[in-house]
């Protein structure tokens, strides 16, 4: 399984039956998970594809987004922060 | 260093007092204390949310308070940030520093606050008459934060 973790607006966006999914079997990398993403909710993945959006792969930060995922892979979808 | 998210409200003089108590050693204090609006841009507020990624966001902010204790030479800074339902006049976030002069205490201070407003893990969402909207940062705070990140290269 998957954990995914929508944050800000995202959270708004994607379906509760999101939080945890079944690795899909043509997801190899953070890419892929992204493309199927948004195969599965178009508005949440129209969302996600602002050169804004930042991914956390098991609480690091994923500058490249062909880093595979793998089974039991945390990953975190975080829209332009606003704290303080 | 001392980092703290806090569900709930807490009180920025307790928390300044606790921070400074019995630091002789230091010759500054400066904090900064965030609060709620009442309005922004002429709406009213009625709560302010904010999201945190658990874990993720308290390290996130101690990476950029290390970062600038660094720069400053100013080993100790507190960082108190709200999550959760805030209501106007609440605080938000206190950021504090110590050290043995003024100007590196002020620039602590106003340099980590820069980086929280871009770079911190959190997500606002204001509730007002007309509903409910997420904030980005503005132009103004990517100017401030781009600023910040000169003196730290």
Redesign the interface.
């Known amino acids: 399984m998957l954990k995914l973790v929508f944050l800000g607006k995202f959270g708004d966006l994607a379906p509760a039956h999101l939080s945890k999914v079944a690795l899909p079997g043509d997801v190899r990398t953070l890419s892929d998970l992204k493309h199927w993403l948004t195969r599965q909710q178009p508005l949440l993945g129209q969302a996600m594809a602002a050169n804004t959006t930042r991914l956390i792969l098991n609480q690091c930060v994923a500058h490249d987004l062909s880093l595979p995922v793998a089974d039991g892979d945390e990953i975190a979808f975080l829209p332009p922060m606003s704290g303080g | 260093m001392r980092i703290r998210i806090v569900q709930e409200a807490f009180d920025p003089q307790v928390e300044t007092a606790a921070f400074a108590a019995g630091r002789d050693d230091a010759g500054a204090l400066v904090s900064f204390v ?1 609060l709620c609006r009442g309005a922004t841009d002429g709406s009213d507020v009625r709560e302010l949310r ?2 945190q ?1 658990p ?2 966001t308290e ?1 996130e ?1 101690a990476r950029m308070a290390a970062d600038v204790s660094r720069r400053f030479d100013c080993p100790d800074l507190l960082v108190v ?1 709200r999550v959760g339902a805030i209501l106007p006049g609440e605080a ?2 206190l950021v504090a520093a110590l050290a043995t002069h003024r100007a590196n205490a002020f620039e602590a201070v106003r340099v980590l ?1 820069d980086f ?10 204001e509730t007002g008459p007309q509903g409910a909207r ?4 503005r132009t103004e705070d990517h100017a401030r934060r781009a600023q910040a990140e000169k003196g730290l290269a």
């Open positions: 965030g904010i999201d990624y874990g993720f390290k902010i940030h938000i976030v606050m929280l407003k871009t770079d911190a893990p959190l997500w606002k969402k997420w904030i980005e940062p």
